[in-house]
C-alpha cells in the first residue's frame, strides 16, 4: 500500500497506474482508495491520511465547490500527487506531528 496526506475539503480526480490513465473497464473495478481516521494539523490545516493500492503511481486531487467559493479571488485548479509516500514515512509524519501535544500533556 501507498499513503498521502489530502487537505479536509479537496477531493480526488483522476488515477494513474503503470500504462497511464487509470481505466475501469480494463481494470474491472475502480482503483482501491480509502480515507484513513487519522489525520495531522500543518499550518492550522486539517490534512486527511489516505491509503491506496501499490498500483496508483498519480493522483489529481482538486478543491471542492465549497473550497472553491472560500478562496473566491483566488486561482485554485487541480494538483497532481507524484510522490506517494510508504506505511513508515506516514507513521513518521503522524508521530511528528503528535510529538507537541505529547509534551503539552506530559
Keep these: 500500500m501507498k499513503y498521502f496526506f489530502l487537505s479536509d475539503g479537496w477531493t480526488i480526480g483522476r488515477v ?3 500504462s497511464g490513465l487509470w481505466s475501469d473497464s480494463a481494470w474491472r473495478r475502480k482503483p482501491y ?7 495531522i494539523w500543518e499550518n492550522g490545516e486539517k490534512l486527511c491520511l489516505y491509503r491506496v493500492e501499490e498500483a496508483v503511481l498519480m493522483l489529481e486531487v482538486k478543491p471542492t465547490e465549497r473550497i472553491q467559493l472560500e478562496a473566491e479571488g483566488k486561482n485554485i485548479g487541480q494538483v497532481v500527487l507524484k ?12 508521530c511528528v506531528e503528535a510529538e507537541p501535544a505529547l509534551q503539552v500533556g506530559g
Design 83 to 94: 510522490r506517494l509516500i510508504t506505511a513508515d514515512q506516514a507513521i513518521e509524519r503522524l
Design 16 to 18: 494513474w497506474e503503470l
Design 33 to 39: 482508495i480509502e480515507q484513513m481516521k487519522l489525520f
